[in-house]
Each structure stands twice: as structure tokens, then as C-alpha cells.
């Protein structure tokens, strides 16, 4: 059964940072693309980050680009987001993702965790 | 980059009817690269359809996708107690790379 469990979020201030982990079971982690995903809280997904399989291609928004950075470890099957300079819009569940397609990137997201809630505020 | 806008933001339906949603992207989208999910309150989203019209595995076939270039629809052809939820276009596979995600549509019991 593939599972995605994310960590790491909590309160923060602005300007601070968090390092978010998702752990990764049931599937060869090291052959899929993964994904960040925030949704503010009673608002839509916003799309965060995504990493090819490998670590080659690495993809931001805009509304993240410099400031947070995506990473993964296939030895330990996780998958990383570290975020600083942290805004209070930054506030949201963080989901990680799963592409659904193996070793191909920006595809739909087959599998979510179940998310974890970052606060930014004072 | 490409805009998603859903239409409409709500739809109140009774379950047995038919709900039609709508997709519009603000350029073409490349190959049907459009899917739709759904989400219930305090649940992850759910992969419902890929490549504009394929439904993911295990999807119920009362949903149902089709459209192509700027325009999408997503139907549930009969609505069950469990279908009342928030429903999100996506894109991908854009140049440059981006996925973008719609604003939703909830469907809610009339």
C-alpha cells in the first residue's frame, strides 16, 4: 500500500524557517517524481515544487522560487521542502505527492498525504 | 502560464441528478493535459481523471471527462451521497514547466 507521511510543520514567525519531510512506503520511491503542494486554509491547491526521480529537474512557483528548495533522498525513501524567509501567506497544509506516471515529471498526482499545517505569525 | 478558471463556484444539486462542471484554461492545454480531482473536507484530493477523459483507477464511472484546447467539463452522471465535495481542474505538462490548479467548484446538497 503506498503511503505518504508528511512532518515537520508547526508555528513559525515571519521571516523564519521550517524544513517539512515526507516518508514514503509501498512503492519504488526512487522511480517517481515527486511533489509540494499547499492549500490556505478554506482556499485552493496551489502547486509549491516538484523533483524528477533523480533529482535532474527541479521546478518552483513563482510564489517560492528563492525562498524554499525541494529536495529528496531515495536511500531513505523521503522527500524534503525546506522553507525560509517565510511570509505570513505561506500559511497552509502542505501536502507531498506522488506523479503518477514513473520516471516522468509533472504529471497528475496519484497519491497525497494526509498533509501537515504551517503557521506563519507573530 | 496558464489560467484555470472552474465555473460555477457552487452547484446545488439533489443526489440522482447530473452535476456538470466547468473547466477554462486561458491558453490552450497541450495533449488534454488536464485532470480533476476531488476533495472532501479534511481529506487529501483524490486523482479523478487524467488526459481530459480517463478515469483513474478505481473511479466510478458516473464521473466522466471530455473537452479539449481551452475548454473542460467534468460530469457526474448521477450524483451519490458520497459525490457532495470540492472539485479541482489541473494542468501540466505546460512550457515552461508549471502545474496550475482552478479555483474549485463545490457541490453541495440541495
Known amino acids: 500500500e503506498v503511503q505518504l507521511v508528511e512532518s515537520g510543520g508547526g508555528l513559525v514567525k515571519p521571516g523564519g524557517s521550517l524544513r517539512l519531510s515526507c516518508a514514503a512506503s509501498g512503492f519504488t520511491f526512487s522511480s517517481y517524481s515527486m511533489n509540494w503542494v499547499r492549500q490556505a486554509p478554506g482556499k485552493g491547491l496551489e502547486w509549491v515544487s516538484s523533483i524528477s526521480s533523480s533529482s535532474s529537474y527541479i521546478y518552483y512557483a513563482d510564489s517560492v522560487k528563492g525562498r524554499f528548495t525541494i529536495s529528496r533522498d531515495n536511500a531513505k525513501n523521503s522527500l524534503y521542502l525546506q522553507m525560509n524567509s517565510l511570509r505570513a501567506e505561506d500559511t497552509a497544509v502542505y501536502y507531498c505527492?506522488?506523479?503518477?506516471?514513473?520516471?516522468?515529471?509533472?504529471?497528475?498526482?496519484?497519491?497525497w498525504g494526509q498533509g501537515t499545517l504551517v503557521t506563519v505569525s507573530s | 502560464e496558464i489560467v484555470l478558471t472552474q465555473s460555477p463556484g457552487t452547484l446545488s444539486l439533489s443526489p440522482g441528478e447530473r452535476a456538470t462542471l466547468s473547466c477554462r484554461a486561458s491558453q490552450s492545454v497541450s495533449s488534454s493535459y488536464l485532470a480533476w480531482y476531488q476533495q472532501k473536507p479534511g481529506q487529501a484530493p483524490r486523482l479523478l481523471i487524467y488526459g481530459a477523459s480517463s478515469r483513474a483507477t478505481g473511479i466510478p464511472d458516473r464521473f466522466s471527462g471530455s473537452g479539449s484546447g481551452t475548454d473542460f467539463t467534468l460530469t457526474i452522471s448521477r450524483l451519490e451521497p458520497e459525490d457532495f465535495a470540492v472539485y479541482y481542474c489541473q494542468q501540466y505538462g505546460s512550457s515552461p514547466p508549471r502545474i496550475t490548479f482552478g479555483g474549485g467548484t463545490k457541490v453541495e446538497i440541495k
Open positions: 505527492a506522488r506523479d503518477s506516471v514513473r520516471y516522468q515529471l509533472l504529471y497528475p498526482f496519484d497519491y
